[in-house]
């Protein structure tokens, strides 16, 4: 993007018919020609560079808009009363009471991580923390969602361990526990894994914090690491085109984080914040300084004059494209009045933070002039650059979808030993098998306040050391159920994340999301979007809580494979007090189990149907949210009551997964007449049905009566024991496993496979 000469604004205008690079900076030649339009003359490098990557895929959400409305169109007022920042925002964030708020966010960081695993790991924690951050808000802990090819693939071996020692490394040195996520493997990932990274943080709600530049005078304020050549381009293209084989080589550098740098901006803003001195702020993520300045300038009540010559360096004669699209890490952006100056300089100089006056907002309504070696080297309006092309790209329902709908055979294992076999395979298999090689990589408690963590539903955290107020946060997703049918597979994603915040006693109060799909240039990936869209703001608004906030990340595909259609659904639950959250780890004296919720024979998109090598097909499980809101009302009156001691949701690997892991967590035995869940024991063990918590009680009675007010179908499967095995009865059939066997196949199957790279650091169990 470097010129061998500054392009100004004069020269443009005196030069019309320069041949531009715009294609290869993933413009059309209709954007190209757009722009042209807007400015009445050719662009400058400096501009070129800004609108291609501030009307990227990443950043300007041009292919999604039309679909992502339809959130707010499903919001209604009682749902989003409680919502202090929502979509459009940096994060969202959530009144929690008590003069509380909670932000959250998840955002992708797919394709750096491809192209870098440590390094596009490690800045994907630090953007979304810095996402955070920009709300006003301390963050507080972070989580995961990834997706790899094949466990046993080459690519994946490449990619995992670098992946996890990124996440690791820079959510250790920021001291975030890291309290969940998921890892899931999939051909289709392969070559294209999914790093979503989600951040939660909280404020007082008179603490918020907006991206906006207000108030001619004000100065603008450029503070943390200094800018330099690394990450040009970065995520705004990366995020913005699909992996050729052996695009990894050709594409821009990878942002480089610096977790300690990064750690001291927390607390340089936290304090700039507490001192008043902030108007406006925004983080430097993708799209870098070119994002953060035409984005203040744009939501602002005047414009904007931004000085390159005054933006700290740390590479010599970058040109202004260089300067403006790089995405140098730990960096921030404020909007500070005349007067405060002083003191934001000095609160910065107190952190050892490199700031310096970078511009100015101006009278001048919209207009965003940037000026390099005292030349003007931009001057547009900042709205049309901030706000970018709306596409109605084409919607069709796949021709393939019909025919992958039709249920294919499965093997169905009937007497006691082939179903013993299948559930061994099933606990050792890579989809169901421990993650403790993973997770033990992160550090879960540090800062103090980690309720739950370890294998628990929803990750739970203490927020206010008086009143021991908490939240619950989960996040989920079953690219092989939206796969199967869109619209379910969200529903699917948003049920299950619903279900693990309710089975910690928590009351779920927002949801958030990250979108991960093909081309958007397929019209079926279109269909697949649209459909999941709608699924989700559909059931949330069935369940009554609103959508604060999401990501989207389009081009995950390798040539023209595409991923399959991956929607992460967050959730963010409440629990008044989170000594009463319910935990997920059978106690020490025996207790009833009850299963709450029906089994039905629901097999497409299943783990067993992955497992048995049986492809993907059928239908997923259908899904009531009517239903799992009703679970969600009986959990949270027992936890009120103190009726349950344990609960864990059901859903893949279905009740076997669940029984095998309570079982293994407690060192217990468990015996459990299973023959009231479904007349056939393979499915009883098996089927993926929605809207399902096994919980331990030793007060049977009251919860049977309890879940009668809900409506909650309920049985009483049996109990824990101190026996040594797992113990399950069907109709005609019994099937019994040693404990310390289901321990040896959860554990030992990730250690064999990625044993080889584990850090220095990392502890397996």
Request: charged fraction near 20%.
């Amino acid at each position: 993007m470097s010129t061998t000469f500054n392009d100004t604004v004069e020269a443009a205008t005196a030069n019309p018919d320069l041949v531009q690079p715009f294609a290869e900076l993933g413009l059309k030649e209709d954007e190209y020609a757009r722009i042209r339009d807007i400015l009445g003359r050719r662009p400058t490098d400096a501009e070129l560079t800004v609108y291609s990557v501030m009307w990227s895929e990443h950043c300007s959400y041009k292919s999604s808009k039309v679909h992502l409305r339809y959130f707010g169109e499903t919001t209604t007022e009682e749902m989003g009363s409680k919502i202090l920042a929502g979509i459009g925002e940096n994060a969202g964030v959530v009144d929690i009471g008590d003069g509380n708020a909670v932000t959250f966010r998840v955002e992708s960081h797919n394709h750096p991580s491809f192209v870098e695993p440590h390094q596009g790991a490690a800045t994907g924690v630090g953007g979304i923390v810095r996402d955070i951050m920009a709300m006003g808000a301390r963050p507080i802990a972070v989580m995961d969602q990834l997706r790899f090819g094949p466990a046993d693939a080459p690519d994946t071996q490449r990619v995992l361990p670098g992946i996890v020692d990124g996440i690791s490394h820079y959510g250790n040195c920021l001291g975030l526990p890291n309290i969940g996520g998921e890892t899931v493997f999939d051909e289709s990932y392969a070559g294209n894994p999914l790093v979503n990274a989600l951040c939660v943080g909280t404020l007082k709600v008179e603490d918020l914090k907006l991206a906006f530049a207000s108030g001619a005078g004000n100065k603008v304020m450029l503070f943390g690491s200094r800018t330099g050549l690394d990450g040009i381009g970065g995520v705004s293209v990366l995020g913005s085109a699909s992996f050729e084989e052996g695009e990894e080589r050709k594409l821009p550098a990878v942002q480089v984080g610096d977790p300690f740098a990064e750690k001291v901006l927390i607390e340089c803003c936290l304090e700039l914040y507490s001192a008043g001195v902030v108007v406006g702020i925004q983080d430097l993520g993708g799209g870098g300084l070119a994002c953060a300045t035409s984005e203040l300038a744009a939501a602002g009540d005047g414009g904007m004059t931004v000085n390159l010559d005054a933006v700290p360096l740390r590479a010599e004669n970058m040109s202004a494209a260089e300067i403006l699209a790089s995405e140098s890490q730990e960096r921030m952006c404020a909007v500070v009045t005349p007067e405060n100056v002083a003191r934001f300089r000095e609160i910065c100089a107190k952190w050892d933070v490199t700031c310096a006056e970078i511009g100015v907002v101006t009278e001048e309504k919209d207009r965003y002039l940037v000026i390099h070696r005292g030349e003007t080297v931009i001057d547009a309006p900042a709205s049309t650059i901030d706000e970018g092309p709306v596409y109605h790209r084409p919607v069709e329902r796949p021709s393939w979808q019909d025919e992958l709908q039709l249920e294919g055979e499965i093997d169905r294992p009937v007497d006691a030993a082939e179903i013993r076999e299948a559930w061994l395979r099933m606990v050792a298999s890579p989809a169901l098998s421990s993650r403790a090689f993973i997770t033990e990589q992160y550090d879960r408690y540090v800062r103090g306040n980690t309720v739950q963590a370890k294998n628990a539903n929803a990750g739970v955290l203490r927020i206010d050391e008086t009143t021991n107020r908490g939240v619950a946060v989960s996040a989920d997703a079953s690219g092989r159920y939206t796969k199967l049918e869109p619209n379910t597979g969200a529903r699917l994603a948003l049920a299950e994340a619903y279900r693990n915040v309710v089975a910690t006693g928590a009351r779920p109060v927002a949801v958030t999301n990250c979108l991960n799909f093909g081309s958007p240039e397929d019209p079926g990936v279109m269909w697949q979007f649209r459909e999941a869209v709608h699924g989700i703001a559909d059931g949330s608004r069935e369940l009554g809580i609103p959508v604060s906030g999401g990501n989207v990340s389009f081009y995950n595909q390798t040539g023209e494979e595409a991923i399959l259609p991956t929607p992460v659904v967050g959730v963010l639950g409440v629990l008044d007090n989170v000594d009463d959250s319910i935990g997920n780890v059978l106690p020490r004296e025996a207790g009833e189990l009850y299963l709450l919720g029906e089994t039905f024979d629901e097999f497409g998109g299943s783990i067993w149907q992955q497992v048995s090598g049986a492809g993907l097909s059928g239908l997923p499980p259908r899904v009531d949210l009517a239903n799992e809101k009703s679970l969600g009302e009986l959990l949270l009156a027992a936890a009120a009551r103190h009726l349950v001691s344990a609960a864990h949701d059901l859903s893949e690997g279905g009740l076997g997964q669940t029984l095998a892991e309570l079982a293994i967590h407690a060192d217990k035995g468990l015996n459990v007449d299973l023959s009231l869940v479904h007349p056939d024991l393979f499915t009883a063990l098996f089927s993926e049905s929605a809207s399902r918590i096994l919980v331990a009680t030793d007060r049977g009675a009251e919860l049977v009566d309890l879940a009668a007010e809900f409506g909650v179908p309920v049985l009483k499967l049996g109990a824990s024991d101190d026996s040594e095995s797992v113990t399950v009865a069907g109709a005609d059939t019994t099937v019994d496993i040693p404990v310390e066997q289901l321990r040896r196949a959860w554990t030992d199957t990730l250690p064999e496979l990625f044993g080889h790279a584990v850090g220095a650091n990392a502890v397996v169990d």
